[in-house]
């Protein structure tokens, strides 16, 4: 079910209504900013090859041959295919920038360049245009020209070495976090130099690399090493600031997952468990006094949890005013009021599958709100229709699909 005000973005004006954002980029950091600017009222233009779409089309699961992922990465966006290696397709996309804003690519370095698409012959057709350029390792540097992908950002940003059980091996996450990081960090680049230009009058690069974004959301571990030589440790759900902090196991089989980042919450959490004299040790006064009980903590707050189900588990913790939360999968998700509230998930109109749906725009602005107004369309649906726009006519349309260039 939607929130009211679900839809407010199509009657009013969107924060990035007039730019236009030529999305390049695959596989999924790219394509995923690009659609954090959509949402937000930019043309986004995705280009596909015309023999080799982008392949989050066939990722994951499919509805009647219908890509499911797709219609999420693919949002907000027409569809055009180009054969940038082919001379005249790349010739149609210095046409297509001409008047762009933004440019959002992935080729691994040099691609561009050897097609003549590369930033300075980019900037001389349109100087105004930001080219956001992302890649696994970024433009410069001896790991530029490998192959990257976000899993390899996770391994090499210190996520993996830190994530999972203590004895167990180095976590990667199932879906894509790396990447999901990238896309937030490169549509909040993309919008700075869009500020930039506003001052300047000129367009830039940037330079994006996916093991950086997600190495900066983890926190203090470079500084703790170069001033402590402390390197994070696997510590499972524990942490090493403060316990009792674990996920739980209720009598009906169901988890919750308990924080006492603060003082006060860890003696409501213990006084609620009925060990309240926990709260009296000398050691329970500090977040890492706490921690170095957590064997203590665990077994006190786990055993409560263990004979209640979730729900009298949930219940007790909020009345006590103590930070509980289900573990949910998708279809707690989906009936939780407070998702409902909120409006997270949205109800998509989709020409394919009817309706479809989806997460909204991740935050709410309250006079110029993002709206997502269709779901990814079919493979170059609009490739026709967005060529016309620069002139091409019908027999210049079917002269290209034929040699394969569109």
Not at 170 to 187: H, R, W
Not at 321 to 349: C, F, H, K, N, S
Request: glycine share 10%; proline share 7%.
């Amino acid at each position: 079910m939607n929130s009211p005000g679900a839809h407010a973005g199509a009657d009013r004006t969107r924060p990035l209504d007039g730019v236009k954002v030529v999305d390049l980029a695959t596989l999924f950091a790219g394509p995923l900013a690009a659609a954090f600017l959509g949402d937000f009222g930019a043309d986004v233009v995705k280009v596909e090859h015309p023999a080799k779409p982008d392949p989050s089309r066939g990722h994951g699961p499919a509805k009647d041959g219908v890509g499911l992922w797709w219609k999420v990465l693919g949002r907000n966006k027409r569809t055009v295919t180009l054969n940038l290696s082919d001379p005249r397709g790349a010739e149609l996309l210095r046409r297509l920038l001409a008047d762009a804003d933004v440019l959002v690519e992935n080729f691994r370095p040099g691609t561009l360049e050897r097609w003549g698409l590369g930033p300075a012959e980019l900037h001389a057709v349109n100087p105004r245009l930001v080219i956001a350029r992302i890649s696994g390792f970024g433009q410069v540097g001896p790991y530029a020209r490998r192959p990257g992908f976000g899993t390899l950002a996770e391994a090499m940003s210190g996520f993996a070495a830190a994530t999972g059980e203590p004895d167990g091996p180095p976590t990667l996450p199932p879906f894509g976090l790396a990447d999901s990081v990238t896309a937030l960090a490169a549509a909040y680049a993309v919008m700075l130099a869009l500020r930039a230009r506003d001052l300047t009058g000129t367009g830039q690069v940037v330079d994006l690399a996916i093991i950086e974004p997600i190495m900066a959301m983890l926190g203090p571990q470079i500084t703790w090493y170069d001033q402590l030589g402390y390197v994070q440790p696997r510590l499972g759900n524990r942490s090493n600031n403060n316990a009792p902090r674990n996920t739980y196991r209720c009598a009906d089989g169901r988890w919750v997952a308990v924080s006492t980042s603060a003082q006060s919450i860890a003696e409501r959490v213990l006084r609620l468990v009925g060990r309240p004299e926990l709260v009296d040790e000398p050691w329970f006064a500090t977040g890492s006094g706490r921690a170095a009980h957590a064997d203590e903590l665990d077994a006190a707050v786990g055993a409560w949890v263990a004979r209640r189900d979730r729900d009298e588990v949930v219940a007790a913790f909020v009345a006590a005013e103590a930070a509980v939360a289900p573990v949910y999968d998708v279809r707690d998700i989906l009936a939780d009021p407070q998702y409902a509230a909120l409006g997270t998930v949205r109800t998509v109109p989709d020409e394919e599958l009817g309706e479809v749906r989806m997460q909204n725009v991740p935050f709410r602005l309250s006079e110029t709100p993002g709206d997502i107004r269709h779901a990814g369309r079919r493979h170059g649906q609009d490739t026709d229709a967005v060529l016309r726009s620069l002139g091409l006519a019908d027999g210049e349309l079917a002269a290209l699909r034929e040699k394969g260039v569109i």
